[in-house]
């Protein structure tokens, strides 16, 4: 199983920016598409963005579409989430996923998750 590992998160005031990585071990993540998702109270999981094993083909919600860009690098096992213009409402936890490619893509079956990033963001 690939291990996920998430890491940026942290408190800032609205308006401000944070990137999100998230470290991949094993030798086939480049198999694998790769999602942010987040959980933030009071609200259902959500699927943040999507981006597919290549890099050519990118989701976003459209809501956050203006703000957040994923990106994702395979020689370095790395995937990316570059927040900006954060607002109280984006607090929450942020995982990574990765699925094989099960379903149509953005909504693929991710199977596999890290533990989760912290963001919070003040008013």
């Known amino acids: 199983q690939v291990q996920l590992v998430e890491s940026g998160g942290g408190s800032v005031q609205t308006g401000g920016s944070l990137t999100l990585s998230c470290a991949a071990s094993?030798?086939?993540?480049?198999?694998?598409?790769m999602a942010w998702f987040r959980r933030v109270p009071g609200k259902e999981r959500e699927l943040v963005a999507a981006i597919r094993r290549a890099g050519n083909n990118i989701h976003y919600t459209d809501s956050l579409k203006d703000r957040f860009t994923i990106s994702r690098d395979n020689a370095k096992n790395m995937v990316y989430l570059q927040m900006n213009s954060l607002k109280p409402e984006d607090t929450g936890v942020y995982y990574c996923g990765a699925g094989d490619g099960i379903g149509p893509f953005p909504f693929f079956e991710y199977g596999h998750w890290g533990q989760g990033t912290q963001v919070t963001v003040s008013s």
């Open positions: 094993g030798p086939t993540f480049s198999n694998y598409a």
